[in-house]
Every structure is written in structure tokens, then in C-alpha cells.
């Protein structure tokens, strides 16, 4: 069964740094991209960024809501991607779901910035 | 930024009626590749968004043939033939065309 599991979600103050991980299962992790999507409580969905796969560059891109304070890795060896938050706002509290577009949807951690 | 509009955004059935969604996208969302990259999502409360549609009128294997999705271009529509109780949540589209991928802003399906 292809799966996603996401962790590291906290609660976190305003200005600081919180790291989330999403280990995959049940797929050839290298051969996909993967991308973080959140949600503010009882919101919408929003698209955070995403990272290609190495066979195509592995580059990432970016919501602009984001750019330049959060990064988007990954570790082929051990079927993880994560997702480095930096310079934390309230407003960028949610629950944040890390996906393999468009199929695959992990359970979501929860991240909460607030003092 | 394709800018994703979903009709209504709120919507009460009633079970065995059908029912219909409309997405907008603000650019078209064919691709060069002949694809059109528009998906369809219900989110049940508690749950994560589950894939039901993609590129515009596929299911997905699993879901039930009482889904359809149509449209063209930039004018996409869910119907779900007959509700059912385990159809209610918040739908949304999303476009695969561009980065930064968005999506519409929901629409709650709720028994009448």
C-alpha cells in the first residue's frame, strides 16, 4: 500500500524554526515528486512547494507565501522529504499534508506558531 | 497565479438526488501534452483531501461510478448521480498545469 506519513509538527513561537518529515512507503520514492500542501484550520487548501525527482533535477518551487523562509529536501536513501520552516508566522499555522501529487495524501502534522 | 473559483460553495441534498459542481479556472488548463490537468477532491471531516477525479472526467480506480467530471478549457463540473450519505465533505478542484498549483476554495456537501 502506497503511504505517507508526516511528522514533526509543534508547537512553535513566532520567529523560530520547526523541521517536518513525510516518509513514504510502498513506492519507488525516487522516481516521484513530492510536494507539502497546507491547511489553516477550518480553511482551504494551499500548495506550500514542491521538489522534483532527481531524474528530473530535483528542483523545488515554491508558494510565494513562503519562498525564501521555507525548504524543500529530500532523502532518496531513506523515502523521506522534508520540509525546513524558518521565520515562523501565525499565519502560517496549520495542518500540513505532504502528498505525491495527485494520488497519494499523507494524515497531515500539525504545526502551530503562536506565543 | 491560475485562479481557481468553485459554484455554490455550499450545497444541501437530499440522498438519491443528484448533484453538480462547477470549477472555473482563469487560464486554461490544457496542456501542450494534450492533457488537461484538473482534479477533483473530497475531504470528509477528520480526513485528508481523497483523489476522485483527474484530468477532468478519470476516475480514479475505486470510486464510485456515481462521480463523473466534464468540462473543457477553463469550465469543469462534478456531478454525483445519486447522493449518498457517505458522499458528504468539502470538494474542491485543483489545476496541475501550473506552479504554483491551486485549488478552488471548497464546496460543502451536506444532507438536507
Known amino acids: 500500500e502506497e503511504q505517507l506519513v508526516e511528522s514533526g509538527g509543534d508547537l512553535v513561537q513566532p520567529g523560530r524554526s520547526l523541521r517536518l518529515s513525510c516518509t513514504a512507503s510502498?513506492?519507488?520514492?525516487?522516481?516521484?515528486?513530492m510536494s507539502w500542501v497546507r491547511q489553516a484550520p477550518g480553511k482551504g487548501l494551499e500548495w506550500v512547494g514542491f521538489i522534483k525527482s532527481k531524474a528530473y533535477g530535483g528542483t523545488t518551487d515554491y508558494a510565494a507565501s513562503v519562498k525564501g523562509r521555507f525548504t524543500i529536501s529530500r532523502d532518496d536513501s531513506k523515502s523521506i522529504a522534508y520540509l525546513q520552516m524558518s521565520s515562523l508566522k501565525s499565519e502560517d499555522t496549520g495542518l500540513y499534508y505532504c502528498?505525491?501529487?495527485?494520488?497519494?495524501w499523507g494524515q497531515g502534522t500539525m504545526v502551530t506558531v503562536s506565543s | 497565479d491560475i485562479v481557481m473559483t468553485q459554484s455554490p460553495l455550499s450545497l444541501s441534498v437530499t440522498p438519491g438526488q443528484p448533484a453538480s459542481i462547477s470549477c472555473k479556472s482563469s487560464q486554461s488548463l490544457l496542456h501542450s501534452d494534450g492533457k488537461t490537468y484538473l482534479y477533483w477532491y473530497l475531504q470528509k471531516p477528520g480526513q485528508s483531501p481523497r483523489l476522485l477525479i483527474y484530468e477532468v472526467s478519470r476516475r480514479l480506480s475505486g470510486v464510485p461510478d456515481r462521480f463523473s467530471g466534464g468540462g473543457s478549457g477553463t469550465d469543469f463540473t462534478l456531478r454525483i448521480s445519486r447522493v449518498e450519505a457517505e458522499d458528504l465533505g468539502v470538494y474542491f478542484c485543483m489545476q496541475g498545469i501550473n506552479v504554483p498549483r491551486t485549488f478552488g476554495p471548497g464546496t460543502r456537501v451536506d444532507l438536507k
Open positions: 502528498t505525491r501529487e495527485p494520488t497519494v
Open positions: 510502498g513506492f519507488t520514492f525516487g522516481d516521484f515528486a
